[in-house]
């Protein structure tokens, strides 16, 4: 496969995820709400599959990284926010309390807070994504949180739970846009030790596909996602993982030098300094550029 191509392929699935964000806005606008909601569902899906797909073709690059990053700000942050006004605010509105000011005011600032925070949280997991690792997200996914406002929104849909259930809808996605710029510690899903829990990531992953591509069993989907939540930042918990220490320029913070140490270097630079001085290149400065 050529070089291009390699790349070109895990793109193809991020830009088909961003046209499914599209879809999204559109049919909210359109007042066609479930389908919304399964369009979000959908660029889950997606989001996965590129990464995948660059994992598999080792086709992983900074350029993906930035893509995939502005598709799931338009999916996980801008689709569901625009769902929450169009549903509660907008012409086609479902709850009398659309025409009340405080109810419009509270429904916008949920939704801008959700769409900011997803922005921030985004921006933060490029910058650091060397330093936080593999195993565990610090702060949770915007994936995460568009999947599962989405799964809540097609479950009180789908069970014709009172209109209170919707009307809090801006709470908690103001709720998720929190934790996405938390600190929260929560495991990555990738192969673990046992047998046992490999069987049960795949068995359920293959069944969000199913549900999610079918566009059935929302309460599945929403339930997945809650245990995964409460079990993973529990387990985390219990373990004392804690989040990496970091400076104001977000970079981590190297514990200081021991005194001899620190007195070695100090030599090092003198000697440096000296060499220079006399017209000889600061090997030591050379040594630490390499």
Known sequence: MGMRLRYALPNAVTCISIVAALLSIAESLAG????????????????????????????????????????????FGVAPAVLSIAYL???????????????????????????????????????????????????IPTTFCGGASCSYFLAVQKYFLPPIALEIFPAILAVLALLMVSRIPLPKIHKRKTLTMNVVQIA????????????????????????????????????????????????????AAPAAAASTVAQEELVAAEDLAVGQPPLVEVERDK
């Not at 012409?91 to 025409?99: D, G, K, Q, R, V």
Request: aromatic share 12%.
């Open 32 to 75: 066609r709400f479930e389908s919304a909601a399964w369009f979000v569902l959908l660029c889950v899906l997606l989001d996965k599959a590129d990464g995948t797909v660059a994992r598999m073709l080792k086709a992983s690059s900074r350029f993906g990284i930035e893509m995939d990053s502005l598709s799931d700000l338009c999916s």
């Open 89 to 139: 605010a907008g012409p086609s509105a479902a709850t009398p309390l659309a025409s009340e000011l405080w109810f419009r005011i509270a429904v916008y600032s949920g939704s801008a807070l959700f769409v900011i925070c997803a922005a921030l949280r985004l921006a933060k997991f490029n910058v650091l994504t060397d330093v936080y690792g593999k195993e565990f997200f610090f702060g």
């Open 204 to 255: 359920n992953l293959v069944c969000v596909y199913v549900c999610g591509l079918l566009r059935i069993f929302p309460e599945y989907l929403l339930a997945i996602a809650l245990v995964y939540l409460v079990t993973g930042t529990v387990w985390a918990a219990a373990k004392g993982i804690k989040p990496p220490a970091l400076d104001v320029h977000g970079q981590p913070i190297v514990p």
